[in-house]
């Protein structure tokens, strides 16, 4: 059973910069495809990027391309989501999501992820 903790969200003000964590538990994450996801009230759940399970592809969505990198520890088997400009429109719960998928690529639907972790906050004044 792969387990996901995600850390790192916050409160910050608009400009600053945060890096999220995914503790993966239960199996290498490099064994899987991993994605962030995030959902703020009111709106659906949104991809905001994803790596690849040989670390290979990245995808960002438009809204954070240029702003967003994720990256893999595995000595630690942790994600890592580097997002810097933060802005108010950044403000949402944010999902890390494993998928089995040896391909290289990244599915931005989040159905087709098996596991989820609890979601840390993130919120961006202005």
């Known amino acids: 059973q792969v387990q996901l903790t995600e850390s790192g969200g916050g409160l910050v003000q608009a400009g600053d910069s945060l890096s999220l964590s995914c503790v993966v538990s239960g199996r290498a994450f490099s064994s899987y495809s991993m994605a962030w996801f995030r959902q703020a009230p009111g709106k659906e759940r949104e991809i905001v990027g994803g790596?690849?399970?040989?670390?290979?592809?990245?995808f960002y969505s438009d809204a954070v391309k240029g702003r967003a990198a994720i990256s893999g520890d595995k000595a630690k088997n942790t994600v890592i989501l580097d997002l810097n400009n933060l802005q108010p429109a950044d403000t949402a719960n944010y999902y890390c999501?494993?998928?089995?998928?040896?391909?290289?690529?990244?599915?931005?639907?989040?159905?087709?992820?098996?596991?989820w972790g609890r979601g840390t906050q993130v919120t961006v004044s202005s």
């Open positions: 790596i690849s399970w040989r670390g290979t592809t990245t």
């Open positions: 999501a494993a998928r089995w998928d040896h391909s290289d690529s990244v599915d931005p639907d989040s159905n087709k992820y098996s596991y």
